[in-house]
């Protein structure tokens, strides 16, 4: 009966995270007009018997930390003219309003010069004429008329923005730039490769010299594989540090498979205490691992039992003391 319970509030029941997050994905299609509502300004007006909040239909506020370009608008030399007794105007006083500008990517080609130069005298007199170069910068992908801004934009625009770059592709040609998705991909993981990779390395070994360690695997679906062209079910691995550590560090980690040797691969050195859920897998690691427990997952187990009990009893209850145990440790850790 108590199975059932807890089976029947897990699929009928309230569930913040999952009803948060269908509010705040639905509120973006439907409810235009009360998230308007929600950012008027209140204004406070004191009327005889009470206290009223005043609605005042205004947008968030302008940013203060935006460059600010000042426009003067000042009438004709002209019009600087009294219409009475043709003496000049003063300016006695003006009225600034604050817009917020927009521009949208500007896209140009950057021509770089590097000048050869050669002494002259030594040509004429017959000596070895010395030649010197102006050094050259590094190109971001040898070969290729990319520059680190434009795959950088490319990049945000894919990974924070997610668009896609079949997207991007569209854009720019509506900008007049012909740039395939194909060259744009290439660009990303040639770049990667080259920059991107010796970063996380550094961060991996950073990382396993920390004394503690969290660690994760969720699945992942894969549409298509050299292996396997149909879709099938992958991991991504995530370690990071804990919420103590001086740097914060998270790396995920894919593999196509929930093996615990890529977790032993993946932390090989490290010599201290690794954090993660109920995967028998870690206990499986060596003795320089030590595995401890998530409270969250132990103290999901209190709650559910506590569901069973009749409320006048839960405070005293075995699942009640641990709650208000669980309580009290993430207090310190909000501190």
């Not at 089976?7 to 007009?33: D, M, V």
């Not at 460059?67 to 019009?79: I, N, S």
């Not at 009225?95 to 917020?100: F, I």
């Amino acid at each position: 009966m108590e199975q059932l319970k807890i089976n029947n509030k897990k699929t009928y029941g309230s569930k913040s995270e999952q009803s948060e997050y269908i509010y705040e994905q639905l509120s973006l299609l439907h409810n235009e007009a009360e998230l308007y509502s929600d950012v008027e300004a209140k204004e406070e007006v004191k009327v005889a018997s009470h206290t009223r909040k005043k609605k005042e239909a205004t947008l968030d506020k302008l940013p203060e930390n935006i460059k600010t370009v000042v426009v003067e608008h000042t009438l004709p030399e002209e019009e600087k003219v009294c219409p009475n007794c043709n003496e000049q105007l003063e300016v006695i006083g003006k009225e600034v309003k604050k817009t917020l500008k927009i521009k949208p990517a500007e896209v140009i080609i950057q021509e770089d010069v590097y000048y050869t130069y050669a002494c002259k005298n030594c040509e004429k007199n017959g000596i070895e004429t010395p030649i010197v170069k102006t050094p050259q910068e590094k190109p971001v992908i040898k070969g290729s008329f990319a520059s680190p801004e434009a795959v950088a934009h490319i990049m945000t625009q894919k990974f924070v923005i997610y668009s896609p770059l079949y997207r991007q592709e569209q854009d720019l040609k509506r900008q007049g730039v012909e740039l395939t998705r194909q060259t744009m991909s290439n660009w990303i993981l040639k770049a990667s490769q080259l920059w991107l990779e010796p970063i996380y390395e550094k961060l991996r070994e950073l990382l396993i010299k920390e004394e503690v360690i969290h660690a994760d695997e969720t699945t992942l679906q894969v549409l298509k594989t050299k292996e396997k062209p149909t879709p099938k079910k992958a991991y991504m691995w995530l370690y990071r540090t804990s919420g103590c550590s001086e740097k914060n560090i998270v790396l995920y980690d894919y593999k196509p498979n929930r093996k615990i040797e890529n977790a032993e691969n993946f932390l090989e050195g490290f010599n201290g205490y690794i954090h993660a859920d109920g995967y028998q897998g870690y206990h499986k690691l060596g003795d320089n691992f030590t595995v401890v427990g998530c409270w969250a997952h132990c103290r999901r187990k209190f709650a559910e039992a506590l569901e069973m009990i009749s409320k006048d009893e839960r405070a005293n209850s075995t699942a009640g003391i641990a709650l208000d145990y669980c309580n009290q440790l993430y207090a310190i850790e909000k501190k």
